[in-house]
């Protein structure tokens, strides 16, 4: 099995990188933050216009994590841990924002989009909403 070790990893390296628990932390948080681009693309790519999907902010908030851990209990470097110590702040309002704008949203009659709770209007089309009763 020691061939197969050096084969896969000369040096005790993959990749050129010298693996432990934590680099394995940091790398699936960077790959799940970089997942999140892809995500926003695809919907914007299939509705045509600028849109955030939740799970845009699902991946920021769970990549941002564990780039923090990384930062804090790893590398223990204090500009790293400022750059992920506050960002989980924005992402959870967003999910707040997402879920009570999903429980409370109005479909419009006319074109079916999901206006903002409260709106007389539909955002898409400019049809009257009929308010739930
Ligand atoms: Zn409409």
């Known amino acids: ?9 000369p040096g005790g390296k993959f990749l050129g990188v010298e ?16 997942s999140r681009f892809f995500v926003q693309w695809y919907a914007t790519e299939k509705r045509r216009q600028v849109v955030v999907p939740v799970a845009f902010w699902w991946l920021s908030l769970a990549g941002s994590l564990l780039l923090l851990a990384y930062a804090l ?50 955002a898409q089309c400019g049809a009257p909403l009929v308010t739930k009763g």
């Open 19 to 34: 693996w432990n628990t934590w680099k394995i932390v940091g790398w699936i948080g960077n790959v799940i933050f970089f």
């Open 73 to 122: 209990f790893y590398k223990k470097d204090s500009v790293f841990i400022f750059a992920y110590a506050f960002t989980w702040i924005p992402y959870i309002r967003n999910l707040i924002i997402h879920r009570r704008h999903d429980r409370l949203h109005m479909d419009c009659a006319k074109c079916g989009f999901k206006t903002a709770p409260g709106s007389r209007f539909c």
């Open 1 to 9: 099995m020691e061939w197969l070790t050096q084969l896969l990893m």
